[in-house]
């Protein structure tokens, strides 16, 4: 990334700073150039991905759609197995 320079002027060992009041202007410096390229992901960030994001929750959505269907049809066969089971258990009980 290129180097911008500041946007204000930071007085270098001007016999009016403190060396802490110049520490804090620093910090001040390294914030609003860390916050310039936030900003300049987030605008990348909101161009691009919206179709991949789109794409992605789509597949998500297929796949839970085909996990759901699965799981359905699953517990139906057991509720299925089990209610054979029990009618079977009742109905040759009684042929001796």
Not at 21 to 47: F, H, I, P, W
Not at 68 to 78: D, E, F, N
Request: charged fraction near 25%.
């Amino acid at each position: 990334m290129e180097h911008n320079p500041p946007d204000f002027a930071l007085p270098g060992n001007s016999p009016d700073i403190t060396p802490t009041q110049q520490e804090v202007l620093d910090e001040y410096q390294r914030l609003a150039d860390n916050m310039k390229k936030l900003a300049s992901l987030l605008d990348q960030l909101a161009g691009q991905p919206t179709i991949e994001i789109l794409d992605g929750l789509r597949e998500l959505e297929r796949k839970t759609s085909l996990a759901c269907t699965l799981l359905k049809a699953s517990v139906y066969t057991i509720v299925l197995q089990q209610e054979v089971e029990q009618g079977w258990g009742d109905g040759g009980g009684g042929h001796e």
